[in-house]
């Protein structure tokens, strides 16, 4: 795909007019769009009151089969919640950690959500197997799935290492977990709308992720995916009014839990924030996830190629098929250049022990990536790097 073939998409998120924008992997740009779904969302609470919520409540499994129709999920299998963090509290509520299978095992990779998360609930039995690392740049595969037997619960993966952008192989994980019993709950955050795959095809029991990063669709919108032969199973204790099959009829008896992807919502939803994220997956799902990888594969290879050139150390796979969305550069005096480059309005970000990530996403050309590296190269020489 040439840069003239993206020209077209480029109107559509306005700070491109003023930045050199590289940093998808932690807050996609923002679609004009968003403006008119907020506008539509306060239009219906001005004028209906309490009666918009006719329709907002539809508008949950609604962005939810958005999402479906971006990871190869059926419709009905994804709920809309807040965050990450709350539906993987919701997930391990499922679960019991008092018999024989209570061990959750994970890499120190793992977004920091998940180590705070799991770690807290040792509190209830859990019997974490934390697999440590020499860098938390490269995940320990094999020792993971060495891990694996038939005493383990749960295991918690990122589908794209936050750090280093290593694409893990989920299938193996999958495969391992499945043979001895135990679940996947697989965190696609950092490849939904970047990297293609079909949760249906991988057999993977749950998904989370959010809106915030390759989908452009912001805070306060995040999803999950239970695997249908699993729904009607699973009783999370993590429960609110909209868990019941009826909530409306404010039952106090014991909770009846609504039928399909519905008992796993919980209280009520942040309707707002719904309004924004469609719009970013709306855009997504029109360009089309092969597409959008596509671009990315020869937009970070030119990364990797002018960084090598330059000497600087990248702790990103080089492979294509092992690379996510972005490039993490690393060099002396790293965090300093990054402040730079933003002061600037060349928007990267810096994470302690990675170096700088730059994240392009199919909107974006490679002059702006040359222009990046060039930027870099100049800050460098001018603090004596």
């Excluded at 924008?21 to 306060?42: E, K």
């Excluded at 239009?43 to 999402?67: F, K, M, Q, Y």
Aim: net charge negative.
């Amino acid at each position: 795909m040439s840069d003239n073939d993206l020209l077209r998409w480029r109107e559509r998120f306005p700070i491109l007019k003023t930045s050199v924008y590289l940093i998808n992997n932690s807050l996609g740009a923002m679609p004009a769009s968003v403006r008119d779904g907020l506008a539509t969302y306060a239009d219906l609470w001005e004028h209906e009151g309490v009666v918009a919520w006719n329709s907002w409540l539809p508008l949950v499994r609604e962005t939810g089969n958005l999402i479906a129709g971006l990871i190869g999920a059926p419709s009905g299998s994804v709920i809309m919640h807040q965050n990450v963090s709350t539906l993987v509290s919701v997930v391990a509520s499922c679960f019991d950690y008092d018999g024989p299978r209570r061990k959750v095992v994970y890499a120190d990779s793992e977004f920091p959500t998940m180590h705070y998360f799991w770690e807290q609930q040792r509190r209830l039995g859990a019997e974490v197997q934390y697999i440590g690392t020499d860098d938390q740049l490269v995940v320990p595969l094999e020792r993971l799935l060495s891990a694996i037997d038939d005493h383990t619960l749960i295991v918690p993966i990122s589908h794209v290492a936050f750090r280093s952008s290593e694409l893990i192989d989920v299938a193996a994980v999958v495969q391992k977990a499945h043979r001895h019993g135990a679940s996947v709950l697989l965190d696609s955050y950092q490849a939904t709308g970047a990297v293609p795959f079909d949760v249906t095809a991988l057999g993977v029991d749950f998904v989370v992720g959010g809106s915030v990063k390759w989908l452009c669709g912001g805070p306060g919108a995040g999803y999950l995916y239970v695997r249908p032969d699993l729904v009607e199973r699973l009783r999370p204790r993590e429960a609110g009014w909209f868990s019941h099959a009826r909530p409306f009829a404010f039952d106090m008896g014991e909770l009846e839990y609504a039928p399909g992807i519905e008992r796993f919502m919980g209280g009520t939803p942040g309707i707002p924030a719904l309004y924004a994220a469609r719009e970013g997956y709306r855009i997504v799902s029109e360009v089309g996830v092969e597409r959008i990888r596509a671009r990315s594969l020869q937009l970070t290879a030119r990364l990797i190629a002018r960084a090598e050139d330059l000497g600087l150390t990248v702790n990103t796979p080089t492979v294509d098929a092992r690379r996510g969305g972005h490039v993490t550069i690393d060099f002396p005096n790293a965090e300093a250049v990054s402040q730079e480059l933003i002061r600037r309005r060349f928007i990267i970000d810096y994470r302690p022990g990675a170096g700088i990530r730059v994240s392009p996403h199919f909107y974006n050309t490679e002059v702006e990536c040359d222009a990046f590296m060039d930027e870099l190269t100049a800050i460098r020489a001018q603090l004596g790097n």
